[in-house]
């Protein structure tokens, strides 16, 4: 079965650079399928970050666009988020999924990620 | 700014039927939005329900089913369960940007 992991750090410092990176296995991300990034700020709903492409293409959510990279590696078959310029706003739980079109819903645990000095 | 809204809150009783909705401030949700329901309990995540419309995982409750409806997006449960008390999200897709929904949260009382 399909199944997503999200790693990186759990703490970032104000004004600096949040790196993500999603390790999928049961299916190849070559194979097809967009691949993207959601958050929920603690107490609030679900937000798109952005999706990708095994191609490399790209969509991201206008509200976040000038701060957000989303990348793929399909030699390791994962691929990564980075939001630069972060603040205390951008605290949140951070999951990666398989999205829309097609049978989309596959979802990572998730991963706290919080901003503070 | 596309916006997606649910009702913030239903109730309903066990054994009961309920429908949530979810609507497209651009007018009204067809197939092509691929429509997709989540389910999530505090303190998890999201647990997929429904993709493209009406299409179940292998894991949905077979209570559970995704129709559109008056030109909206809806999730009907039917013989509703005390375990089924959740925040639940919609997703739309616009040709690759996503856009979730407020949530609506259902109690079982």
């Known amino acids: 079965q399909v199944q997503l992991q999200e790693s990186g750090p759990g703490l970032v410092k104000p004004s600096e650079t949040l790196s993500l990176t999603c390790a999928v296995s049961?299916?190849?991300?070559?194979?097809?399928?967009?691949w993207g990034w959601i958050r929920q700020p603690p107490g609030k709903g679900l937000e798109w970050i952005g999706s990708i492409y095994h191609s490399g293409s790209t969509y991201y959510n206008p509200s976040l666009k000038s701060r957000v990279t989303i990348s793929v590696d399909t030699s390791k078959n994962q691929f990564s988020l980075k939001l630069s310029s972060v603040t205390a706003a951008d605290t949140a739980v951070y999951y990666c999924?398989?999205?829309?079109?097609?049978?989309?819903?596959?979802w990572g645990q998730g991963t706290l990620v919080t901003v503070s000095s | 700014q596309t916006v997606v809204t649910q009702e913030p809150s239903l109730t309903v009783s066990p054994g009961g039927t309920v429908t949530l909705t979810c609507a497209s401030s651009t007018g009204a949700v067809t197939s092509g939005y691929y429509p997709n329901w989540f389910q999530q309990k505090p303190g998890q995540a999201p647990r997929a329900l429904i993709y493209s419309t009406s299409n179940k995982h292998s894991w949905t409750p077979a209570r559970f089913s995704g129709s559109l409806l008056g030109g909206k997006a809806a999730l009907t449960l039917s013989g509703v369960q005390p375990e089924d008390e959740a925040e639940y999200y919609c997703l739309l897709y616009y040709g690759g940007q996503v856009v979730f929904g407020g949530g609506t949260k259902l109690t079982v009382l």
């Open positions: 999924a398989r999205l829309p079109p097609g049978n989309s819903g596959y």
């Open positions: 049961g299916y190849s991300i070559s194979s097809g399928y967009y």
